[in-house]
């Protein structure tokens, strides 16, 4: 009787390990570059300076925050003025004190709502 030899060699690897060593690795462009978060709108920054009579984006100059100012009006001398035009045109008395009532006739007065900063006043004259 015959020993049945059906060993098959498994000692030979085929050599196709490549060694991935000398591959150019793409750098890949998520890697914290500017990541297109959609939180700054298109308003463009305004500088303290032209700061009109509505809250606007501006880079504090306190704080050097971005920052959209708060907005108090304020009864100015626009609104005297509005106000003795009234009393001067015979309007009812009680007219008079419309400038104080409307945000159009008073001063804007900007400030920062990160540090409290007084930024702009905005004034109608
Ligand atoms: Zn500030």
Known sequence: SSLPSTSNE???IPTSSSPTASIPTVSNPTASVSSPTASVPTQPVIC?????????????????????????YK??????????????????????????????????HHSCPQCNASLHVHKRL
Not at 79 to 96: E, R, S, T
Request: aromatic letters at 14%.
């Open 75 to 108: 009864a100015g001398a626009f609104a005297w003025l509005i106000c003795l035009a009234f009393i001067l045109f015979g309007f009812v008395f009680g007219c008079c004190l419309i400038p104080f009532f409307m945000d159009a006739f008073q001063d804007a």
């Open 48 to 72: 303290s300076g032209n700061l009109g009579p509505e809250p606007a984006i501006t880079t504090c100059t306190n704080c050097r925050q971005r920052v959209t100012t708060n907005v108090v």
């Open 10 to 12: 498994p000692g030979s």
